[in-house]
């Protein structure tokens, strides 16, 4: 039986624009004898770099430089740099969200990062919570060196922090003097309601360190990324990057074929996107029972479900692939790997038909294992 995998987050290659893309990269290739045969620079390619600073201005309101924008190798990139910037090599530690992406938490074990972790709600960071943990620390003589969020469309919860809340995290920031990083991949993958404000939209703090992407509202396999940030800030960042450049190939092409139909191309996008997520919803409330708790987010790439107290996620997953059905285990998401009652399944690549029937294979294997617990 193959399997049908919800466990890892890829795009809709159904909406991806193959003719066009390709028509993209005739155009732009005739005239690149020299860009190939030069390095890229620090900042990397200008139209790119100009395409996302309007992607931003569009979004915030607000102004945004080009020469404040940094082109990388995917988010991931964009991660270990803008993370890298503020710390010293010496007693590091950041503060975050206690879930958070399974890449950020090795990068961060990976550059010897001690990682403080925040409980989240329905919103996201618990504010009272980030308050507890930064007057703790002030206590111990340890202060972080920034705090790192997914504030927009969170993964793996998919949760999204209010204004309001954003705005005590921002007053909290300032008053212990460290700087917000945000990652803010998902922002643009949105199905319901208003767009949240970005942090440095709210806050002029010359400290701020925005990321952004292109995996997630085109595709990953570009591997492009950025970071925004405002000297001397951007200087610290910069000073981190250590590969010449960015991929100035897959740079040109993507921004030729964005350039005039960016948001047209998103919400085209969001539009394929969001009949999948309904379609998973959907299936895993009528497979999985009432004693489930399933997100629906409205944004990003992920469901969360928390699973009955009785149910082991690991054991879930491992006869989930027994009924030909892959979803993550929520543990790979804490910054400890404790193992809560957690799973977290992706809607993006797979057909509506498979996430159909996955969603079946998933119910069926839970009451397997709640079978056998009996």
């Known amino acids: ?22 028509e993209a990269a005739q155009r732009v290739m005739r005239t690149m004898a020299v860009d190939l045969n030069t390095y890229p620079g620090k900042l990397g390619h200008p139209g790119l770099r100009e395409l996302m600073a309007q992607r931003e201005r569009d979004r915030e309101g607000v102004e945004v430089d080009p020469e404040h924008v940094v082109i990388t190798h995917g988010s991931m990139q964009a991660v270990t740099m803008g993370v890298q910037a503020q710390c010293t090599g010496t007693d590091d530690l950041i503060v975050l969200e206690e879930y958070t992406y399974v890449g950020s938490i090795r990068a961060f074990e990976d550059m010897g990062i001690e990682m403080v972790g925040v409980p989240l709600d329905g919103e996201g960071m618990r504010i009272d919570a980030l308050a507890e943990t930064l007057e703790r620390l002030k206590g111990e003589g340890r202060s972080p060196r920034c705090i790192y969020t997914l504030a927009t469309y969170q993964n793996p919860t998919g949760a999204v922090m209010s204004e309001a809340r954003r705005m005590e995290l921002i007053a909290l920031a300032r008053r212990h003097d460290i700087p917000v990083v945000e990652d803010n991949c998902y922002g643009d993958v949105h199905y319901d309601g208003d767009k949240p404000r970005a942090f440095y939209a709210l806050d002029d703090d010359p400290r701020q ?9 085109f595709a990953p396999g570009v591997r492009l990324g950025y970071i925004v940030a405002k000297p001397p800030m951007l200087e610290r960042i910069l000073a981190r990057r250590h590969d010449a450049g960015p991929n100035t190939l897959a740079s040109a092409i993507t921004h030729e074929y964005l350039k005039d139909r960016l948001w047209d191309h998103i919400e085209m996008a969001n539009d394929g996107l969001k009949v999948k997520r309904d379609a998973m919803v959907s299936g895993l409330r009528r497979h999985l029972g009432n004693e489930c708790r399933i997100s629906n987010p409205p944004g990003g790439l992920f469901i969360w479900v928390k699973l009955p107290d009785d149910v082991d996620p690991g054991r879930l997953i491992e006869v989930g692939n027994e009924h030909g059905v892959d979803v993550a285990h929520g543990s790979s998401f804490h910054i400890h790997n404790n193992a809560g009652p957690y799973v977290r399944l992706a809607f993006g690549y797979p057909t509506v038909a498979e996430i159909e029937g996955g969603t079946q ?6 009451r397997r294992v709640r079978g056998s617990a009996a």
């Open 1 to 22: 039986m193959d399997i049908i995998s919800f466990a890892t987050g890829n795009t809709n290659p159904e909406t991806f624009p193959v003719d066009a893309f390709a």
């Open 209 to 217: 360190v925005y990321l952004g992407s292109l995996s997630k509202i």
């Open 361 to 366: 294979r998933l119910g069926e294997a839970l």
